[in-house]
């Protein structure tokens, strides 16, 4: 079961665009193997906070860096 902050599930005003990245940043540089389910949802809620294309892509090389984790950490548990 993954974890989820109240705070992602609670409408509100979002998070202003350079938070949300400064966010997504974090999450990518402090994943583990153990977290990587939950922060990667959290990224995901985050990136749908963005209001343009252009902050999206700003955050898209993390999000590649994690779905690129998940892979290969789900690699490692098959073999």
Same mark, same amino acid.
């Given at each position: ?6 705070? $992602? ?9 350079? $938070? ?28 749908? $906070?963005?209001? $343009? ?27």
């Amino acid at each position: 079961m993954a974890f989820v902050p109240l705070e $992602s599930l609670k409408p509100g005003p979002p998070p202003d665009p350079q $938070s949300a990245l400064s966010e997504v940043r974090r999450i990518y540089f402090k994943t583990t193997r153990r977290t990587i389910e939950h922060d990667i949802a959290h990224a995901i809620e985050l990136l749908k $906070s963005l209001p $343009s294309e252009e902050e999206r892509e700003k955050a898209s090389v993390y999000m590649e860096g994690l779905a690129e984790m998940r892979r290969e950490w789900a690699r490692q548990n098959t073999t």
